[in-house]
């Protein structure tokens, strides 16, 4: 093996490739090699570094240089100046913007700065697709810990003392889970890898296996061992096939390497996985859907109890568990659980991955310990709000999760904090919102998303959102009344009351936490037909000020309806009963004798 | 047996430890309403996806309501099953169902008889609060199947029907969230897919999303054509079960009235399905004869068992699903349409009728019937053996367009020869009777002995598969039961598999036989109501004076005069038929 002295990271996660990353590879690779620095620098494609915003990113080890939004026509320069005469690009590094100064080094920058990566801990260092890698980190170290030293139970309690919760929504603790499942007498079980991500803008679970496989089934494995089953399944949305594709290669490695099979480092344990396709259903992430769907039936859920762990994938007892948990795992086993415990909060314990979205300048997947402070992951990791806007709510859980407002900023996030506040941590993802967006049509487009996703079985969740959305939908159209605040409620309370599954039992939370921090948004909409952020087209007003109006006809010219009449060089009028709020002679006029309202 | 103490309602239970709230509340006499839930007991037919959601009820120190359908009790659970809570969300729920239902209730086929317009009723909703978007998709008409999905509820329970208990799978939920319906597979017709038409779908339908084709119409149109001559045949399970439409207990036999309500209807002559069904036996009978001698002669050309072949739904199933075993049934053509082509040659001989002005019409428990007189291989130029069947319900439907009283009718018989018949014919109508009444003339054909005993016992009941072993006069003669599609297509897979040692195997396409038929008044989940008409059948039986087929003196007759002999050419031509592959 060729002992490298420079190795530079490029980003392989689906943003940056999207970007062109495979293309600065190639680049860097043609440029070393003119260089003639073939054996001493090596080009490696990782995972995603999380800071998406700046992608595609190059760093540059041993120096730790980041540089960020990178195109392929910088290589060259990287290669000649940094690599050759060891002078960072300037024009490529990161530029705090508080302070206007360059940051070559990532853990000198506020996006970083207050992360702690467990789950995310080789995403952005080492190659998915070698094994060596991954092992180089102490890969494969906990099953060998486990098979060796640990008995099932041994394992189970560190799992259990560890206070690990479920990452993929409902917070269950995993180390109960596997006991339940150990528990449970078949002659076959099963481990299942939840990788169906599908809320809106959610990648934390793709960008794991997309920069570090290994990880996931390495705890694959030890779950299995713990819970005697020879069998894991990953099942994962067909959308992601960068993930599929990586993982695939590691599963083929860890067969090829003795990981998986049979008699897995001589201790007579077998274990294999095979990976399960979705076609992309939204409930197919809710675990008895998700186990119908793997048998070829309708993706759609079924009353719990039996929970999968005593009547899961075939009838046998299944454990189903998210990939961000599966990755806590290794790191538990071999760093133990008074250490990981001692990082969070009471309940919830370690850290959580987050997708940073919306109205935020730092774009992103981070992970942060569990107890953060939403202010410090809005404004400090994330930058705060873009353009110098006023932040206006953060969005955590997901569809379904809650819209929080500014009260709640101070506010550790943790599974039950979050509730309490009327959201829910979800699976992590977090949209933030700023002054120009309508939390009216906020409400609206989750549910949108609820609606189509929603699977039909039962009768809360097909009818009941989908007259939620209309109500909703009236009142942005300026014809709602105020009795239908009231009416939104209730349906909500009901919905959440009766719904079989968790989607329908919490699809109405974007409507319950907007109307309660949001009300007067609401009230708005509905006693005076009026938008205060301007965002419901419906109750915007275009008017002419016949006092700046010169009838220079250039409105009545571009109005694509003919709703605007008026003679030459008199004051033109805007037929209210045909204007579609296009907005064009707002933006053609010159005299700004068009007013808004 | 271990019990669970539990409160309901402030009322201390205790309970068999597994079973659900639902079923806890029924036992402690507490009514919880239930819309998608269906369970019929001794069939093993239970349909419960927890999906409608009426029967939530609240559970102390649980977060959201329960439903009880789906909840198992626990010991020291605290139920309220009508707390406010439980009956806002229960009158939302319905609501809300209701507005995603077309409203036309007054001229809707399932009105009176409607689940969801009862629930309406029982949960006192005189407002829909909440209106909006309606599904709506394209109607479904088959030759004996309407599916007007713009009022499926999404039950579940055909879907249940058609997967689990027959094994047909043609109907599944298709699409997501509010568009979800079930449907076949691309939205398919009914007719393309693989459907039998067994009718159980409609059967257990809440709503009028599933329904026959209604053929009264034409009915009354033949009635009032005088140049018609309109001839009834009326097939043994509708007697049983006609009564339940005019408030009589389940079980009452309404043989008389019946044939008085028909006459009344204008029937120019009113005979009996039972005639086709002792003609069955005889050539049935004779060919299970024929066939298990050779094969006790080492005949290697012989298969066996031979298989029933008077129910439509099972013909079609087997035509599509085992179509490598087409050979194994007897090819007797069903009782029904046995008595059209008598009925358009013999009888119209006799009455000088001209083929083209004689109309059969049928009144059947089944819906498959419809489809059955309109194939191919039932018509001589285009005209059918029999012109329309109709179901139990269309005929009380059309008692009571007539204005007849119909429990004040007289009792009458039907007329002759056509309506003469056997206690062995009347059993046609439920599981084990076919092959009851096939033994107990194949018995006396063979041993040409009389039976020591008429009652088969061992072949009774409602167990889903059964096989007694019948002696012979010394020859042990394995005899397997099944009905429901499901059970059929288990012992058919043991025939393939070579691992069937029975001789003979009677399938009935309906749990219960044709008394619970797809065209039967509803049951509504009550599986009692099966089990009353089964015993009412066998009541006829055992008050009739004739019980053995080859002794019914028309048949004879018919014989002598017509036929010659069982499986002579003319009977081969007139009432046997052969099968296709569908697949």
Redesign the interface.
Known sequence: MTDYKIHLLICGGTGCKSSESDEIKKSLKYWIDEANLKEEAQVVLTGCFGFCEKGPIVKVLPDNTFYVEVKPSDAEEIVKEHLLKGRPVQRLLYKDPHTNQQISDSKGMDFYKKQMRIALRNCGFINPESIHEYISRDGYMALGKCLTELTPEETIKEVKDSGLRGRGGGGFPTGLKWEITRNSEADQKYVVCNADEGDPGAFMDRSILEGDPHSVIEAMAICGYCIGADKGLVYIRAEYPLAIERLTTALRHAREYGLLGNDILGTGFNFEIDIRLGAG?F?CGEETALIHSMEGL?G?P??K?PFPSVAGYLGKPTNVNNVETFANIPVIINKGAAWFSEIGTEKSKGTKVFALAGKINNVGLIEVPMGTTLREVIYDIGGGIKDGKEFKSVQTGGPSGGCLTKDFLDTPIDYDNLLAAGSMMGSGGMIVMDEDDCMVSIAKFYLEFT??????????C??????LH?ILEKITKGYGEEKDIE?LK??SN?I?????CGLG?SSPNPVLSTIANFEDEYLAHVQEQRCPSGQCKALLKYEIIEDLCTGCTLCFRNCPVGAITGERRQPHYIDQSLCIKCGACYEKCKFNAIKLS | MDTVQLTIDNKPVVVKKGITVLEAATSAGVHIPTLCHMKLDDLNIENK??????C?VEVEGRR??A?AC???VAEGMVVNSHSI?VI??RQ??LE??L??HPADCLICAKSGNCELQDMAHQLGIREI??K??QSTYREDTSPAIIRDVDKC??CRRCEMMCNEVQTVGVL??I???????VSPAFEMNLDHSVCTYCGQCVAVCPTGALTEVDQTAHVVRALSDPDKTVIVQTAPAVRAALGEEFGLEPGTLVTGKMVSALRRLGFDYVFDTDFGADLTIMEEGTEMLNRLSRFLEGDESVKLPILTSCCPAWVKFFEHQFPQLKDIPSTARSPQQMFGSIAKTYFAEKMGVERDNLIVVSIMPCVAKKYECGRDEFKVDGNPDVDYAITTRELANLIKLANISFDRLPNEDFDMPLGESTGAAVIFGTTGGVIEAAVRTAYELYTKKPLPKLDFHELRGMDGIRQATIDFAGFPLKIGIAHGLGNARRLLEKIESGESEFHAIEIMSCPGGCIGGGGQPYHHGNAEILKKRQMALYQEDSNKKIRKSHENPFIIQLYEEFLEKPMSEKAHHLLHTKYFDRT
């Open positions: 259903a409930v309708r759609e079924t009353f109890p609606l189509e996703e929603s699977c039909g079985k039962c009768s809360p097909r009818i009941g959102n989908k007259r209309e009416r209730l349906l009901v959440k009351d009766t719904s079989l039992q | 996806p927890g999906g409608c959601r009426i939530v959201n309501l439903p789906c909840t198992e809570r806002n969300a939302t729920v809300l169902i507005s995603d609060h909440y909006g978007e509820i999404m599944s939920a699409n997501r969230g509010f568009n979800a319906v």
